[in-house]
């Protein structure tokens, strides 16, 4: 199975800064990677697909990069609202599996 | 408008067995492969299971394979787990997805499994 090694854990960050999360893959996926945002007893939401594409509806301070085995969620201009737990998934092979997740909390 | 409601919460003893269901609307459901996520209390989300469209293949992560079983009813809109020899590892929050140009576009808001004695 591909593990993905996500970091950090957990992020302490001000409004309006800049963060970045990473995602490490144990093999190539291929850009097959996309990340979810879940709020506390929300369902987890659809941020960024296949490495670097911006799903409908999500504000542009999100933006994902990467290729091979390695990946960053990066968030601009921090907002109240993306307080929140971070996720990692790659698509590439069955099982598809998550990255452990990464809280970002808003100072 | 895109709604995933599951339904078939509860609590269960270990060894038994349990049945969920997601009914899908606001789009074409016999299109769409469809997933099973599921979260531990406090933990992160795992995987379980994916029927393709026109349910020709299945896939499931090694904790649940033999054990858990994914279909769908695509005259219902309804995609199903059914969950036998249940165990505590089981207990967690299971949500239903849809795959598109992504995976999992969409979920459902989750029903809680609770296995124990």
């Known amino acids: 199975d591909i593990q993905m090694t996500q970091s950090p854990a957990s992020l302490s960050a001000s409004l309006g800064e800049t963060v970045s999360i990473e995602c490490l893959a144990s093999e190539d996926i291929y850009n097959n990677l996309a990340w979810y945002q879940q709020k506390p007893g929300k369902s987890p939401q659809l941020l960024i697909y296949y490495a670097s594409s911006l799903q409908d509806g999500v504000p542009s301070r999100f933006s994902g990069s990467g290729s091979g085995t390695q990946y960053s969620l990066k968030i601009n201009s921090l907002e109240s609202e993306d307080a929140a737990t971070y996720f990692c998934?790659?698509?590439?092979?069955?099982?598809?599996?998550f990255g452990g997740g990464t809280k970002l909390e808003l100072k | 408008e895109v709604q995933l409601v599951e339904s078939g919460e509860g609590l269960v003893q270990p060894g038994s067995s349990m049945k969920l269901s997601c009914v899908a609307s606001?789009?074409?459901?016999?299109?769409?492969?469809m997933n099973w996520i599921r979260q531990a209390p406090k933990k992160g989300l795992e995987w379980i299971a994916l029927i393709y469209y026109d349910s020709s293949s299945k896939y499931y992560a090694d904790s649940v394979k033999g054990r858990f079983t994914i279909s769908r009813d695509n005259s219902k809109n309804t995609l199903y787990l059914e969950m036998n020899s249940l165990r505590s590892e089981d207990t967690a929050m299971y949500y239903c997805?849809?795959?598109?140009?992504?995976?999992?576009?969409?979920w459902g808001q989750g029903v809680m499994v609770t296995v124990s004695s």
């Open positions: 997805a849809k795959d598109g140009m992504a995976p999992f576009d969409y």
């Open positions: 998934l790659q698509d590439s092979e069955y099982p598809w599996t």
């Open positions: 606001g789009f074409t459901f016999s299109n769409y492969g």
